[in-house]
């Protein structure tokens, strides 16, 4: 990993302040040493994500550049890497799933794991005085909150942490991350398997049924459909789980703001921590079909284009203050954290059900909660996500 990808995983806020000020466009190596263009403004990455000429597909890419993930055929055909139409289309076959009607279904569902993680929270506090809680909740409720949605059978759970480890950890290697991809892939076949012998009611058995009769997608954008609705699902929303309730115990006022309006109060906590620890820091790569200028900055067609979420959300161009959690302040929701135009991220609703029903349920059942005095919390060194790896608690009684 280069000196400067180093520096970023360790420290993404201070190193990308650095860049952000220097200028709005940086060409910088990654982690393979191949160059690409980050974007770090505010008005620049919003523009950037709604841009037609800048493509998601890997197609319009130059030969030998950055290209993100090396990923078998079957996971490749996903959101993240196609332009309209074939986006279009497969985003409208899962899109039902995810409207605010259908998302809010299933908080009777996420209220009781919920209650069943707080639960057994409160007893490894009372049996060891201390615990994690984003072992002990926060990446299993993620991770329950997606399986139920997709219909994974729960003992086949238990992977994705390592999974998500060994792609996005500042050490993953190469040969880690390939020997990973060959473990997703034959999981995320056989589930497919599994679900065309055996429809449920779910929506991965919805998505096979659309395969089979409609024949509205290929296979391989079936199996590449699946594996991103659960893997980003699940590691997006147990970091933002974990960072809100990180804000809520570190600042006695964000506490009292956030138990305040019937909701609303712990709506706005969500949304104001997904502008200041961005559980993604960086959008998925892009591609110019044609040169385009992007703060001032020529870039050629073909090129690797980063934008800096993290960093573009915490421009002070745009947010007053913004190295503060400040649910008061103004237009709450006009972070870049789920993205912007056609790409803006379609588990949204999900998430931001996820993060506010698992932070009631964690002042309802545990209102003593704290962070503990003698380890602090351990943010995961990434250059992709914004996710803390421990945080310890303790209960005031």
């Given at each position: 990993?280069?000196?400067?990808?180093?520096?970023?995983?360790?420290?993404?806020?201070?190193?990308?302040?650095?860049?952000?000020?220097?200028?709005?466009?940086?060409?910088?190596?990654?982690?393979?040493?191949?160059?690409?263009?980050?974007?770090?403004?505010?008005?620049?990455?919003?523009?950037?994500?709604?841009?037609?000429?800048?493509?998601?597909?890997?197609?319009?890419?130059?030969?030998?550049?950055?290209?993100?993930?090396?990923?078998?055929?079957?996971?490749?055909?996903?959101?993240?890497?196609?332009?309209?139409?074939?986006?279009?289309?497969?985003?409208?076959?899962a899109g039902p799933a995810f409207?605010?009607?259908?998302?809010?279904?299933?908080?009777?569902?996420?209220?009781?794991?919920?209650?069943?993680?707080?639960?057994?929270?409160?007893?490894?506090?009372?049996?060891?005085?201390?615990?994690?809680?984003?072992?002990?909740f926060a990446t299993p409720y993620?991770?329950?909150?997606?399986?139920?949605?997709?219909?994974?059978?729960?003992?086949?759970?238990?992977?994705?942490?390592?999974?998500?480890?060994?792609?996005?950890?500042?050490?993953?290697?190469?040969?880690?991350?390939?020997?990973?991809?060959?473990?997703?892939?034959?999981?995320?076949?056989?589930?497919?398997?599994?679900?065309?012998?055996?429809?449920?009611?779910?929506?991965?058995?919805?998505?096979?049924?659309?395969?089979?009769?409609?024949?509205?997608?290929?296979?391989?954008?079936?199996?590449?459909?699946?594996?991103?609705?659960?893997?980003?699902?699940?590691?997006?929303?147990?970091?933002?789980?974990?960072?809100?309730?990180?804000?809520?115990?570190?600042?006695?006022?964000?506490?009292?703001?956030?138990?305040?309006?019937?909701?609303?109060?712990?709506?706005?906590?969500?949304?104001?921590?997904?502008?200041?620890?961005?559980?993604?820091?960086?959008?998925?790569?892009?591609?110019?079909?044609?040169?385009?200028?992007?703060?001032?900055?020529?870039?050629?067609?073909?090129?690797?284009?980063?934008?800096?979420?993290?960093?573009?959300?915490?421009?002070?161009?745009?947010?007053?203050?913004?190295?503060?959690?400040?649910?008061?302040?103004?237009?709450?929701?006009?972070?870049?954290?789920?993205?912007?135009?056609?790409?803006?991220?379609?588990?949204?609703?999900?998430?931001?059900?996820?993060?506010?029903?698992?932070?009631?349920?964690?002042l309802d059942r545990l209102p003593?909660?704290?962070?503990?005095?003698?380890?602090?919390?351990?943010?995961?060194?990434?250059?992709?996500?914004?996710?803390?790896?421990?945080?310890?608690?303790?209960?005031?009684?």
């Amino acid at each position: 990993m280069s000196d400067m990808a180093t520096a970023y995983a360790e420290d993404p806020h201070g190193i990308g302040a650095r860049l952000r000020e220097a200028g709005p466009v940086h060409q910088v190596a990654m982690p393979d040493g191949t160059s690409v263009w980050l974007v770090t403004r505010y008005a620049d990455v919003h523009a950037a994500l709604a841009d037609p000429r800048l493509s998601l597909s890997k197609r319009n890419a130059k030969p030998g550049g950055y290209q993100g993930f090396s990923l078998p055929p079957a996971l490749d055909a996903n959101l993240l890497n196609l332009d309209p139409p074939d986006h279009t289309r497969l985003r409208r076959l899962a899109g039902p799933a995810f409207t605010a009607r259908r998302v809010a279904e299933l908080r009777p569902r996420l209220e009781a794991a919920a209650q069943r993680l707080a639960d057994g929270l409160a007893a490894d506090l009372e049996a060891a005085g201390e615990a994690d809680l984003v072992a002990g909740f926060a990446t299993p409720y993620a991770v329950l909150a997606i399986s139920e949605l997709l219909g994974v059978p729960e003992e086949s759970r238990v992977r994705f942490r390592d999974w998500t480890a060994g792609l996005l950890g500042a050490g993953a290697t190469r040969e880690g991350m390939a020997a990973v991809v060959r473990e997703m892939y034959a999981f995320f076949t056989a589930l497919v398997a599994e679900k065309r012998a055996d429809p449920g009611v779910d929506l991965l058995s919805a998505l096979v049924a659309a395969r089979d009769a409609d024949d509205r997608l290929s296979e391989d954008e079936l199996t590449s459909l699946a594996f991103l609705l659960l893997f980003a699902g699940y590691e997006n929303s147990a970091n933002l789980i974990a960072s809100s309730a990180h804000a809520l115990l570190a600042d006695p006022a964000v506490r009292a703001a956030a138990a305040e309006g019937d909701g609303a109060g712990i709506a706005a906590l969500v949304d104001e921590v997904a502008r200041h620890e961005s559980p993604a820091l960086l959008a998925i790569r892009r591609f110019p079909v044609e040169d385009v200028e992007i703060g001032g900055t020529k870039i050629p067609a073909g090129d690797t284009v980063m934008l800096s979420l993290a960093t573009a959300n915490r421009d002070p161009r745009r947010f007053v203050a913004p190295d503060v959690v400040d649910t008061a302040r103004e237009d709450l929701q006009r972070h870049l954290s789920f993205g912007q135009g056609i790409h803006y991220c379609i588990g949204a609703p999900l998430a931001r059900l996820e993060a506010e029903v698992a932070l009631g349920v964690l002042l309802d059942r545990l209102p003593g909660l704290r962070l503990s005095a003698s380890r602090t919390a351990e943010w995961r060194p990434s250059l992709r996500v914004r996710g803390l790896a421990v945080l310890p608690v303790v209960s005031g009684g």
